[in-house]
């Protein structure tokens, strides 16, 4: 492979040794000579027809100045300098070696062979280096990228959260006001027309209507025990407890009542399940749900009447357990499908720093496991 000839900056006070480097040097090289530290500069700034040259021959001593005290003012220009001495000393060599020098010729010893490999290995090693900082420069460039993205992502999440949280505590909201509206209104609307209803019904001139009076007094007192039962379920009292305990066994006493199914529930001894040391009121709000909604698909769809929910903590990690020894299924092909709403149950309780895991088959029943943080423990 044939090599491309060099632009080379000698700078040698002494014009015998320049001489006898000139004569080392490969005469396809283009060169710009220089006796002076300043005549340097000078070949930097209007040599190779401003292209700069390739490597620096820089003679250790010169007139106006010390060849290492020059070695920073070529590095920063990103020049490799291979350095030039009368003087074969080890010390000296390691010196330059140490202040920014790629190699150290000793002028007496100086033939072309030597000289070109000096060269071309400093010119090879400078370019190394540069393709090297090069690649850290952009190693750096993307971590710095990584970096912001990182922490656009992590503002993004908190904010994503914050909607979460917002959501699930709107939702409360909007069920305290139907269940206000259902206990104020409606209730109160239906307990006005009980009343006329028992009023007419007193009445003699209704006797011929006394049986049809007392089918709708008695539909409209079904009405008010719907509708006391939807106001509970959309806001039942004991979600404000300051047990969370008591909110499981209390979700056990409607499944039983509305779908016939018997729900044991297992509170883990020395689980501390109080208040906002037990977990923040929005997750409370969304893992009742959850289990409700739980054991609503286990009475619908298990083929079975018994269920258990499970109450573990551990630290700052509380776990919920929803099982049952039914028909289970095939967690695979419902998410597929859409299934129970599990999915998007599980995407509510990750923005909200839970987890939702199933454990199910066909046959062998089914286990759903949500884990929270509760991260006022201390």
Not at 167 to 180: D, F, G, I, N
Not at 215 to 241: F, Q
Not at 265 to 273: K, L, N, S
Request: some cysteine; glycine content about 8%.
């Amino acid at each position: 492979m044939t090599l491309l000839p060099l632009r080379v900056l000698l700078v040698e006070d002494d014009a015998v040794d320049r001489a006898l480097v000139r004569r080392a040097l490969d005469p396809a090289h283009d060169v710009c000579e220089a006796a002076t530290a300043a005549e340097g500069r000078t070949c930097l700034e209007t040599g190779f027809d401003g292209a700069g040259p390739d490597v620096v021959l820089l003679d250790l001593r010169l007139p106006d100045a010390d060849g290492t005290d020059l070695l920073p003012v070529y590095g920063a220009q990103g020049l490799p300098v291979v350095m030039l001495t009368g003087v074969d000393d080890t010390a000296i060599a390691v010196e330059t070696m140490q202040a920014g020098a790629l190699d150290y010729l000793v002028k007496s010893a100086l033939t072309a062979p030597v000289l070109e490999v000096a060269l071309r290995r400093a010119v090879e090693t400078a370019r190394l280096r540069r393709a090297v900082a090069e690649q850290q420069a952009e190693i750096a460039a993307q971590r710095d990228r990584l970096s912001e993205q990182t922490a656009a992502l992590a503002r993004t999440n908190d904010e994503i959260r914050d909607l979460a949280r917002a959501l699930t505590l709107a939702e409360q909201a909007e069920r305290h006001r139907l269940s206000a509206l259902l206990h104020d209104d409606v209730q109160q609307l239906l307990f006005g027309a009980q009343i006329l209803l028992a009023s007419a019904q007193r009445d003699a001139a209704a006797e011929p209507l006394r049986d049809r009076i007392a089918r709708a007094s008695a539909i409209v007192g079904e009405g008010i025990e719907a509708a006391r039962r939807l106001a509970l379920d959309l806001t039942p009292p004991v979600l404000d407890s300051d047990d969370y305990a008591l909110t499981l066994r209390w979700l056990a006493g409607p499944a039983g009542e509305t779908y016939g199914l018997t729900v044991d529930v297992d509170i883990a001894d020395g689980a501390d399940t109080r208040g906002a040391s037990f977990a923040d009121r929005e997750v409370r709000v969304l893992v009742t749900d959850v289990v409700r909604e739980l054991l609503f698909n286990i009475a619908k769809h298990a083929g079975t009447d018994r269920a258990t929910v499970r109450l573990r903590r551990d630290g700052a990690t509380a776990e919920v357990e929803v099982s049952d020894a039914g028909s289970g299924f095939d967690p695979a092909a419902s998410a597929a499908g859409g299934g129970f709403g599990l999915y998007s149950v599980r995407r509510r309780l990750e923005l909200l720093g839970g987890t939702l895991a199933v454990d199910s088959a066909p046959g062998r029943g089914t286990r759903v496991t949500l884990r929270f943080s509760t991260p006022n423990t201390a």
